[in-house]
């Protein structure tokens, strides 16, 4: 059973970090591109940040220079490092694995920047 289970979400102030993590099972993981979405009350579902199984990575413009994806196959696992967060960061964080027609998503963890 393919699962995605994400962690690392919480209440912090502006300015701060947080890390999140997302550890997959039941899929051959190293071969997926993985993905994190967030959306935030009232909005669309906005692509964060990518990391295909070659390493390459991508950002939305939003969060570059402030955020860094990357994957550690032994574990299965893919993280969001988040620095300098923002208010408007503030959004449910979702984990993706994707590959041709095969695409799966974890539960979500919220993230809420406020002081």
């Known amino acids: 059973q393919e699962q995605l289970v994400e962690s690392g979400g919480g209440l ?14 039941g899929i051959i993981f190293r071969i997926y591109a993985m993905n994190w979405y967030r959306q935030a009350p009232g909005k669309q579902l906005e692509l964060v ?22 994957r550690d196959n032994a574990e299965d696992t893919v ?12 959004a449910v964080y979702y984990c993706d ?9 974890g539960q979500g963890t919220q993230v809420t920047v406020s002081s």
Do not use: H
């Open 49 to 70: 940040a990518g990391i295909t199984d070659g390493l390459t990575t991508t950002y939305a413009d939003t969060v570059k220079g402030r955020f860094t994806i990357s």
């Open 97 to 105: 694995a994707r590959r041709g027609s095969n695409d799966f998503w």
């Open 12 to 25: 912090v102030q502006p300015g701060g970090s947080l890390r999140l993590s997302c550890k997959a099972s």
């Open 79 to 90: 993280y969001l490092q988040m620095n300098s967060l923002k208010p408007e960061d503030t």
